[in-house]
């Protein structure tokens, strides 16, 4: 049970002039992008920033958010977390990279944990 990676997340508007603007702030590429047409997202990360873009509506359930934490087992973190008093408020699901799960910690902290999935 390892916490690989922590991504600070960003909520815009306009995924497209976010990403120009952190592309040549951090001089590095989005290493990844994709869309949750379902919920009205868009998301790419470049180095340790998730950038979320939607409308302020599409935005609005995800904005107490704080952190990303992605994982190398989410099931191993849920029973963990379990154990520990948090509370899970929305998964394991689905998601177009893996799997994840939104937690609220005993401090009241909101973080999403992910696992990704590896490719075939």
Same mark, same amino acid.
């Given at each position: /049970?390892?916490? #690989?990676?922590?991504?600070?997340?960003?909520?815009?508007?306009?995924? *497209?002039?976010?990403?120009?603007?952190?592309?040549? !702030?951090?001089?590095?590429?989005?290493? !990844?992008?994709?869309?949750?047409?379902?919920? $009205? !997202?868009?998301?790419?990360?470049?180095?340790?920033?998730?950038?979320?873009?939607?409308? *302020?509506?599409?935005?609005?359930?995800?904005?107490?958010?704080?952190?990303?934490? !992605?994982?190398?087992? #989410?099931?191993?973190?849920?029973?963990? #977390?379990?154990?520990?008093?948090?509370?899970?408020?929305? $998964?394991?699901?689905?998601?177009?990279? $893996?799997? *994840? /799960?939104?937690?609220?910690?005993?401090? $009241?902290?909101?973080?999403?944990?992910?696992?990704?999935?590896?490719?075939?």
């Amino acid at each position: /049970m390892k916490i #690989l990676q922590t991504l600070s997340r960003l909520y815009v508007n306009d995924l *497209n002039s976010a990403l120009e603007f952190y592309q040549e !702030l951090l001089g590095s590429p989005a290493a !990844l992008r994709f869309k949750i047409p379902q919920m $009205g !997202l868009e998301l790419a990360q470049i180095e340790t920033i998730l950038i979320i873009a939607g409308s *302020n509506e599409a935005l609005k359930p995800f904005r107490s958010t704080q952190t990303t934490f !992605l994982v190398d087992s #989410l099931d191993e973190f849920k029973a963990y #977390l379990e154990k520990k008093g948090t509370e899970i408020l929305r $998964g394991p699901n689905k998601v177009p990279t $893996g799997r *994840n /799960m939104t937690v609220k910690h005993p401090d $009241g902290s909101i973080v999403e944990y992910v696992e990704h999935s590896n490719p075939a």
